[in-house]
């Protein structure tokens, strides 16, 4: 560790030199991608955890990705998030790193970077969204988004209608709450 270099962290002399961890905090949370963008709160909470146990805490962003936001697709977003990290873990003295993980690309990217470097990681899962409600009928993300943009395009629904289902599809925070990707990953 070159101490002369970490001094402007805000941290003191004899913390640095305390000997105790330096865990990072790896957090996903951004209001570019609201499914993640509970992480923010969350990464306090985990800040606080650390202290509390005797750790330093070091939180920093990463690559932000929303699914639903980037097409063709966001698997570009998950390998830069995943090299991101693995630069950041590889690239500064981490003791260890607590991981907010939660939507199908942001999951593999944390736990493959902590794997690669070989640092001690807990992967925190913060859940699925909420379940939303359209007329009766239960809606969850994914699907029904699609099958009304096949209605729409059918003139089956207008854009008005079509907007009301797919707002009702995701009423929270949280990582798609259908059985797809996101739920699978987040079972491991």
């Known amino acids: ?78 390998n830069l998030a995943y090299l991101g990290l693995v630069e950041v873990l590889y690239g500064y003295p981490l003791d260890g790193v607590v991981l ?32 939303g409600w359209h007329k009766g009928k239960r809606t969850g993300s994914g699907t029904i988004v699609w099958e009304s943009r096949q209605r729409l395009s059918a003139g089956e629904i207008n854009y008005d209608e079509f907007m009301d289902i797919v707002a009702s599809s995701a009423p929270s925070t949280g990582y798609c709450n259908t059985m797809g990707t996101a739920t699978t990953m987040n079972s491991l």
Do not use: W
């Open 100 to 131: 907010t993980i939660g939507c199908d690309k942001t999951t593999p990217a944390l736990l493959m970077a902590a794997a690669t470097v070989n640092i001690p990681a807990i992967a925190l899962s913060v859940g699925p969204m909420l379940n």
């Open 1 to 78: 560790l070159y101490l002369e270099r970490y001094l402007n962290y805000g941290l003191t002399r004899a913390e640095l030199m305390s000997g105790k961890p330096l865990i990072g905090i790896a957090q996903t949370g951004s209001d570019l991608s609201p499914c993640n963008r509970h992480h923010l709160e969350l990464a306090k909470r985990v800040r606080e955890g650390i202290v509390s146990m005797g750790g330093i805490p070091f939180e920093f962003p990463c690559h932000p990705i929303q699914e639903t936001g980037k097409r063709p697709t966001a698997a570009l977003d998950r």
